[in-house]
């Protein structure tokens, strides 16, 4: 079974940094994405950054492109989200979500989640 752990969250000021980590127990699926994804309470989650391997194609939701930047360290199972220029609207809690394939079948493991605080 495939855990997540996100670990990186916190409060910082409005302009600061903050990078979230996404570490994975065990991860042998060779195609596969991840996903960083928040929510606000009362609102839907929304996606925020994919990474898709192989390949290493990356997305962005329109109000975080220019300012976040998520990337991959195989051997380590983990991916990262540096979240730069950060925003009050950008509070949120972060949850990473993983999509393995295998043949046709898809597995979508998520986890636990980590606050994010932009506050003065």
């Known amino acids: 079974q495939v855990q997540l752990v996100e670990s990186g969250g916190g409060l910082v000021q409005p302009g600061g940094s903050l990078r979230l980590s996404c570490a994975a127990s065990t991860f042998t699926f060779t195609r596969y994405t991840v996903n960083w994804y928040r929510q606000v309470p009362g609102k839907e989650r929304e996606l925020v950054a994919g990474i898709t391997n192989p390949g290493g194609s990356t997305n962005y939701a329109d109000s975080v492109k220019g300012r976040f930047t998520i990337s991959g360290d195989n051997p380590k199972n983990t991916v990262y989200l540096q979240m730069n220029s950060l925003k009050p609207e950008d509070t949120a809690v972060y949850y990473c979500?993983?999509?393995?394939?295998?043949?046709?079948?898809?597995?979508?493991?998520w986890g636990q989640g980590t606050q994010v605080t932009v506050s003065s």
């Open positions: 979500n993983a999509v393995g394939r295998r043949f046709t079948a898809s597995y979508a493991y």
